[in-house]
């Protein structure tokens, strides 16, 4: 696909762990931790090259979600050190996807995601309309790896 | 406490299932999720009186915590049915107390608890200050019981 | 695929609500919560043919997940009565998919996802080893539509 | 009350970050965060005295709840950095407290809390029965400061 060509995107790591309310009755993850987990490690993501939660909400701007997947490879349980590892997959005109790959402590895959989001500002502040929004190239580059 | 006196208040229904995702690894419910139960019983208790979410919303209105507390009777399983019935406990002159009990289908108390929550406006929309604000009389009288 | 062909499946609905904590700072739903519904509208679909969490438990099965994906149609806001509708995507050996469409009381749909799942029984009872188990053809059948 | 002095405990801190799915519509955090950020600090305040979470699971213990309760008493918002600093309120024979205390990065506090618990053992594994038992002087002795 034209224009969505792996970006070569630098990696962020997100530290998380896991508690006994994100465990159910099986004794193992609750799925959609993964995905807690993948929304806060993509925060994480863009606050490490300066798009931080205060900007972000200064600047009236947000990154709803398109679409979301992921793979459970392993079952994580209780107390488990984990770090979600983020790169950037691609960047188009208005949205973008993040790849994540939870890791256990030791090495161990535990999952693999993806975000599709869009780069959206707010028409009048939170709780207002979004709206998408061109990626500036300045963004982008903060992102491109060596 | 002259102005915190009893409310005699109409009583409310909330209802809610213990869900899979809503249990931990000892098979009954993660205590957080009653206070969930609770806050989405207040707001529910509000709309029943003409304060929905959206009339909420239009009219920039918020109800931030004070403090909060639950006593846990009983240990609630994954597919129980159950219902919050919440009252006003008092009214004060910006803040308001809201008690809630948690039975289970067959009338078993499973946890009694309470919040107290400040009736607050955003200063320009959501995400803004929220400040207080007086209780109108015309909003209390909407929770008088008979 | 052969053996993934597309099984012909009954319907099953859930229904739910948008709830304040339900919603993030842009004021619409969170997206794991999504995935929350979805895995509750799978317990619920299964019960709905008699394999209710109190059996699921007796007979020691569990469902863990293979893999969940998500597109977000449209934002959800609090307030939002919503139904999860619910059908088998495939059944295979020891895994089946389930694909569930989240339309809000209006019928405009807001989300389409799928989850993946292996049928699994615990070595021990809760909390020990989950094995993957042969779906029987009688619990196949009971999802079987007209 | 005799038997419930204040027990003169030390402290342990649990790290923690307000993420974006931690927060509601008015962009500050949703209050059952709180709790759950209680839960996991008295997890970790355990660990840290050798009761980690794969002992607990081995020697068939939990720590169910008989209440909770929290003061809010400024509201934290997505990104803030916070610890909960966790010590115990009183042992009696088979139930504790714990009390907490959430404080931002630079040191303002934000919450302040407690939780009753019970020192259980399941009959027989996770999913069985949990039974109150007394709490061995050698795991108070762990908990004492000087």
Known sequence: MLGEAQFRSITATFNCQVQWGDCDPAGIIFYPTYFQWMDAACWSFFASVGYTAKRMRAEHLAMPLLSADCQFLYPAEQGDRCEVRSRIGHFGDKSFSVA???????????????????????????????????????????????
Chains 1, 2, 3, 4 share one sequence.
């Not at 599709?116 to 309309?129: E, L, Q, Y």
Request: aromatic share 8%; charged share 35%.
């Open 100 to 146: 994540h790959e939870v890791l256990r402590e030791d090495g161990f895959a535990l999952a693999r995601g993806a975000e599709k989001r869009v780069w959206a500002k707010f028409d009048n502040g939170p709780g207002t309309r979004l709206r998408g929004v061109r990626i500036p190239d300045e963004l982008k580059a903060l992102f491109r790896g060596a």
